[in-house]
């Protein structure tokens, strides 16, 4: 599990944390051939991502907004956690994601088919490796998903121009903003696939004095580089650090949003 961090300036990983799948738990024989400490116990990918978004927000990392796919978008206690922290947030759900309007709880998909068509909007969620990754969007206010954070709600449609599949977000933030401004932190989002695509790197085999290098992937170069004691295993570099902390990457206002990716 890894938190992302992104701007208009880049994107780096900041922390991590290992995911321990529930079938490990009872494993000793296993548990002890990976690595992997006693006092790792299984804890949901949301709960890992509540942790490291905490743990960073309470560092003093700057940020306004969070990120995140189905794995997080689906948990409503993480959603709640964010508001908390005062976050805002753009968390993928899935099609079947119900939300509460004027008509009763609809399913994102339903509300979708009904909407007109100057409903939706083309606009770019961003540079990819083929120029701006261009998608017509649309957004529907959730007064009624209103709590004790206050703030707006709102259910956010991307539309794919050629093949018309469609894609959904739960979004919140405790001042309203502008739907392009939506699109964009949900465009960023990807930047951890960039992110874990950066990791693949040319490490010396141990098994090799000679200086034969191998590639290995980031998530094989996690798990080897992890020892008894948790996350120190990622780079210095990459970890939440003093400067970091201190608020030496600047204004929270220059930030774009802190992501949440699947690992």
Wanted: with cysteine; hydrophobic share 40%; proline share 6%.
């Amino acid at each position: 599990m890894h938190l992302s961090y992104a701007s208009p300036l880049g994107h780096t990983l900041v922390d991590v944390d290992l995911y321990l799948p529930k079938s490990w738990t009872g494993d000793t024989a296993q548990r002890a051939e990976a690595g992997v400490p006693d006092t790792v116990t299984f804890a949901t990918k949301p709960q890992l991502a509540r942790r490291l978004i905490e743990t960073a927000v309470t560092g003093g990392l700057p940020c306004r907004w969070v990120a995140g796919d189905e794995a997080y978008g689906g948990d409503p206690h993480l959603a709640a956690a964010l508001r908390g922290l005062r976050l805002g947030s753009v968390l993928a759900v899935a099609y079947s994601h119900r939300v509460p309007t004027g008509l009763g709880v609809l399913r994102a998909d339903r509300i979708a088919a009904d909407l007109p068509k100057h409903a939706w909007q083309r606009i770019s969620a961003g540079a990819g490796a083929k120029g701006h990754r261009y998608y017509d969007w649309a957004f529907i206010t959730l007064p009624l998903a209103a709590d004790q954070h206050a703030g707006h709600h709102w259910l956010l449609i991307r539309r794919n121009r050629t093949t018309g599949e469609l894609a959904f977000y739960r979004c919140w933030s405790p001042e309203p903003v502008a739907l392009h401004h939506l699109v964009t932190v949900a465009g960023r989002r990807w930047s951890i696939e960039e992110s874990l695509c950066a990791t693949r790197r040319l490490v010396a085999s141990p098994t090799q004095l000679g200086g034969i290098r191998k590639e290995v992937s980031g998530s094989e170069w996690l798990t080897r580089s992890r020892k008894v004691g948790g996350d120190k295993s990622m780079p210095g570099n990459q970890r939440l650090g003093p400067d970091v902390r201190g608020g030496a990457l600047g204004d929270p206002r220059d930030m774009a949003k802190a992501g949440l990716p699947e690992a």
